[in-house]
């Protein structure tokens, strides 16, 4: 007879498993005993990481790089972090107008001629 339970799987018996942590020197350990702590902090990340997050977030690990070495100015930073705001804002009204539209098009008796003519708006 097929029983219908899954069955549970093996798992390995964690006194034969090697502790990676043991490898670490001791000031490797320290290092990761202060990273722990920092990480409970009440504020986890500074205004500029957050900003820098934002911006590799939008354009990639080089233009990161690029940022945090010091290869551009402020202004152009800024410059470019607006503008992928901008286009993600953009981006997101778009969404919701097309949500907007399918929603209105279900609760519309004409759904059909509701779509096509935001499809001809979109087409333009």
Same mark, same amino acid.
């Given at each position: 007879?097929?029983?219908?339970?899954?069955?549970?799987?093996? %798992?390995?018996?964690?006194? /034969? #498993?090697?502790?990676? @942590?043991?490898? *670490? /020197?001791?000031?490797? +350990?320290?290092?990761?005993?202060? *990273?722990?702590?920092?990480?409970?902090?009440?504020?986890? %990340? /500074?205004? +500029?990481?957050? &900003? #820098?997050?934002? *911006?590799?977030? %939008? @354009?990639?690990?080089? =233009?990161?790089?690029?940022?945090?070495?010091?290869?551009?100015?402020?202004? /152009?930073? #800024?410059?470019?972090?607006?503008?992928?705001?901008?286009?993600?804002?953009?981006?997101?009204?778009?969404? &919701?107008?097309?949500?907007?539209?399918?929603?209105?098009?279900? &609760?519309?008796? +004409?759904? =059909?001629?509701?779509?096509?003519?935001?499809? +001809?708006?979109?087409?333009?």
């Amino acid at each position: 007879m097929v029983s219908a339970r899954l069955e549970q799987p093996e %798992y390995p018996d964690r006194s /034969t #498993l090697h502790n990676v @942590y043991d490898d *670490f /020197t001791e000031s490797e +350990k320290t290092q990761t005993k202060e *990273f722990k702590a920092s990480l409970q902090s009440s504020r986890l %990340y /500074t205004d +500029k990481e957050l &900003l #820098l997050a934002e *911006f590799g977030r %939008y @354009y990639g690990w080089d =233009a990161l790089k690029d940022a945090a070495e010091g290869r551009m100015t402020a202004w /152009t930073f #800024l410059a470019l972090l607006e503008a992928a705001r901008k286009i993600d804002r953009n981006r997101r009204l778009e969404r &919701l107008d097309d949500i907007s539209v399918a929603v209105a098009a279900q &609760l519309d008796k +004409k759904a =059909a001629s509701r779509l096509k003519s935001q499809e +001809k708006k979109l087409r333009k």
